[in-house]
């Protein structure tokens, strides 16, 4: 998620509008879909809003994945050589258990619904079943078919 701002000129004066965007992948290009209205922001609001945009998805869980001291190392690919075979969806599911996480959804339900004889926790169940129709809104039986 990133800042994004637009410029309207409204009574003769111009205006700069603030948003919190986040780029999906839809087909084969990259658009950006507004998570929230931020309005008209000083230099702290902005400094605040990437503050929650970090706090809201937090810190990447695999960021020295691919670190492994080359940064500057660069590698000759043949373009027309490369083909996209079984890709998924990614992008939507991340973010939606990364904003779980971030507000303590998790922890709150393993809090509150206590663990009893089934096989698969309350707490787990309720996030894939939010992250299901945060991602794709459709029926209960639809997510136990699909996901």
């Keep these: 998620m990133y800042l994004r701002h637009t410029i309207r000129k409204k009574d003769g004066k111009l205006h700069r509008y ?3 965007v986040r780029s999906v992948r839809i087909g ?3 658009v950006q879909q507004t998570v929230a209205h931020l309005g008209e922001l000083d230099e ?3 400094i605040e ?3 929650l945009a970090r706090q809201l998805i937090g810190t990447p869980e695999q960021s020295g994945l691919f670190d492994d001291g080359s940064q500057q190392a660069t590698v000759p690919v043949r373009v027309k050589g490369i083909r996209l075979e079984r890709s998924r969806r990614f992008g939507d599911v991340y973010l ?3 904003l779980w996480r971030g507000i303590g959804l998790g922890e ?3 809090k509150l619904l206590p663990e009893g004889k089934e096989r698969v926790p309350w707490e787990k169940m309720a996030t894939v079943l939010v992250a299901a129709r945060l991602c794709e809104p459709s029926s209960e039986l639809h997510i136990a078919e699909d996901w």
């Design 49 to 51: 809003a990437r503050a």
């Design 28 to 30: 084969g290009r990259v």
């Design 18 to 20: 603030w948003r919190l």
């Design 44 to 46: 702290n609001g902005r």
């Design 108 to 110: 709150l339900l393993q």
């Design 96 to 98: 939606a258990l990364a």
